[in-house]
């Protein structure tokens, strides 16, 4: 077999592979992107499952007509522009992949109104495998994307979608992940046209009643506040020990949810060394550390990151946890310090 060049829509497929795994990463991606174009409300609607639709309508930025085709091809974007940049990304996206790669799985519309455009924009891609459509529409400023048909023409991967219920429940659990990076958003999550889960933009950074919404009274009245740190290195959020069902697990390095070994590790081992083994303790951890100390490229879905001194911010998240984690003789006393 020869060499050859793939065409722009198969390698947009390949790299779909990397980012669009299921209806929920469609949604991630996408709400990311709203939340980057700086949007204080985000409505994502669903239906069965996000099988059929998935919309994510938000009041942001908007993009300008001549940049919607360019917002839909790889590798563009308007977050990086120079190796520099990557050294210290406080987006959430940098990447340029993710219209692209969902465009070329899916049938895709982007209707879009930035503030000093007077009229909206509609661009429509199907699988990429015609040029993309650009015609006039009615929108409000911000942006709507609309996903249907998800896998439509990779029968592959669409083979692997779990039934709507399984699909949809990945898609909740997600949001209650984002709804917990920004208390200031507000997120309108409907399923079906009926309207699931309603997080209001909260006022107060510390967004209890929200930690309360996601992770539950139980969680809320018994976790106990953590807030430590210096200038270049910092951690606040709450850690409940106790609980046998506790799957309130969520962390965050510099507002970007994670599923980071390292500070899953140094939560268990603070915890071990205080109260014992403990097969699931509950945390939603914030820590903020200066950016140029972490890498955030090592994972196409960003799902985790490298530490430049990673040893230095383990022992951090360890000490902090255990000066408010108390010994099992002395926990029942625990309160939240909200
Ligand atoms: P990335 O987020 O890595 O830049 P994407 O493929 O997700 O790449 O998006 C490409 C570009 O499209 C973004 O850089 C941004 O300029 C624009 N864009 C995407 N979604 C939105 C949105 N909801 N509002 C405004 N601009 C958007
Ligand atoms: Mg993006």
């Known amino acids: 077999m020869s060499i050859e060049?793939?065409?722009?829509?198969?390698?947009?497929?390949?790299?779909?592979?990397?980012?669009?795994?299921?209806?929920?990463?469609?949604?991630?991606?996408?709400?990311?992107?709203?939340i980057d174009a700086g949007a204080t409300k985000i409505h994502?609607?669903?239906?069965?499952?996000?099988?059929?639709?998935?919309?994510?309508?938000?009041?942001?930025?908007?993009?300008?007509?001549?940049?919607?085709?360019?917002?839909?091809?790889r590798h563009a974007t308007s977050k990086l522009k120079s190796l520099d940049d990557l050294e210290c990304i406080?987006?959430?996206?940098?990447?340029?992949?993710a219209l692209a790669s969902i465009s070329s799985v899916s049938r895709l519309t982007?209707?879009?109104?930035?503030?000093?455009?007077?009229?909206?924009?509609?661009?429509?891609?199907?699988?990429?495998?015609?040029?993309?459509?650009?015609q006039p529409t009615a929108h409000p400023v911000g942006t709507t994307i609309e996903v249907k048909d998800l896998f439509f023409n990779t029968p592959a991967r669409r083979k692997f979608l779990r039934t709507e219920k399984t699909e949809f429940s990945h898609?909740?659990?997600?949001?209650?992940r984002i709804a917990l990076s920004r208390f200031d958003i507000s997120l309108t999550l409907t399923h079906n046209q009926k309207v699931v889960r309603q997080y209001r933009a909260r006022e107060s950074a510390h967004g209890?009643?929200?930690?309360?919404?996601?992770?539950?009274?139980?969680?809320?009245?018994?976790?106990?506040?953590?807030?430590?740190?210096?200038?270049?290195l910092k951690l606040n959020g709450w850690v409940m020990p106790v609980?046998?069902?506790?799957?309130?697990?969520y962390s965050y390095v510099n507002g970007r949810m994670m599923r980071d070994k390292l500070i899953l590790h140094a939560i268990r081992q603070a915890f071990e060394e205080v109260v014992g083994e403990l097969a699931l303790?509950?945390?939603?951890?914030?820590?903020?550390?200066?950016?140029?100390?972490?890498d955030v490229n090592v994972h196409p879905a960003k799902h985790e990151v490298r530490f430049h001194q990673a040893r230095l911010v383990h022992d951090f998240i360890v000490q902090a946890i255990k000066q408010v984690v108390l010994p099992a003789d002395q926990a029942g006393s625990l309160e939240s310090e909200q």
């Open 5 to 34: 060049i793939l065409p722009a829509r198969l390698a947009n497929q390949i790299a779909a592979g990397e980012v669009v795994e299921r209806p929920a990463s469609v949604v991630k991606e996408l709400v990311e992107n709203s």
């Open 44 to 73: 994502i609607d669903i239906e069965r499952g996000g099988h059929k639709l998935i919309r994510i309508r938000d009041n942001g930025k908007g993009i300008e007509k001549d940049e919607l085709t360019l917002a839909l091809s």
């Open 90 to 97: 406080s987006s959430l996206g940098f990447r340029g992949e």
């Open 110 to 134: 982007l209707s879009s109104k930035p503030q000093e455009q007077e009229t909206a924009w509609q661009a429509f891609a199907e699988g990429r495998d015609m040029a993309v459509k650009i």
């Open 171 to 176: 898609i909740d659990e997600l949001l209650k």
């Open 208 to 232: 209890v009643k929200r930690v309360a919404q996601v992770a539950g009274k139980e969680f809320e009245q018994c976790a106990s506040f953590i807030e430590s740190g210096s200038d270049g």
């Open 243 to 249: 609980g046998s069902s506790n799957t309130t697990q």
């Open 281 to 294: 303790p509950g945390f939603v951890i914030y820590v903020d550390i200066d950016p140029r100390q972490v």
